[in-house]
């Protein structure tokens, strides 16, 4: 079972950026895989605008352990940039390094209707 940080021990915004981020199997899917990329760093690129506007968010709400945001982002054929949003949580487990892990929005809600 996983835990957020309590707001009273949130760390700097610098921490967070030295944290792993984890995307779960679906947002990998939606965020950062090409059926067929242009070239090989591609995909490296579409990863690090995923990191870079989960980092951007938490600086903005850096009181907060779970926030949703949201981005516009072209799907995996390479269509049209569509609304994505998306769940962000900072998770620490006991014994464990801190890491910042990255849903859709949509599953995170599905999970919480099964856990209910």
């Known amino acids: 079972m996983t835990k957020t940080t ?6 700097s915004r610098d921490f967070y950026q030295q944290c792993p981020v ?8 939606r965020l950062v895989y090409r059926e067929l990329p242009e070239n090989s760093s591609e995909i490296g690129q579409r990863l690090a605008t995923i990191i870079t506007a989960a980092h ?29 949003e998306l769940l962000l949580s ?24 099964v856990c209910a």
């Not at 309590?6 to 760390?11: E, F, S, Y």
């Not at 984890?22 to 899917?29: E, M, S």
């Not at 779970?66 to 269509?79: Q, R």
């Open 22 to 29: 984890v995307l779960t199997g679906y947002a990998w899917k």
């Open 56 to 84: 951007r968010e938490l600086g903005f709400n850096t009181e907060k352990t779970t926030f949703p945001f949201g981005l516009y982002h072209e799907g995996a054929t390479g269509d049209e940039r569509q609304w994505v």
């Open 90 to 113: 900072v998770v620490t487990l006991p014994g464990q390094p801190t890491y910042l892990h990255l849903s859709l929005l949509h599953e995170s809600q599905e999970l919480a209707k």
């Open 6 to 11: 309590p707001a009273k021990t949130l760390l």
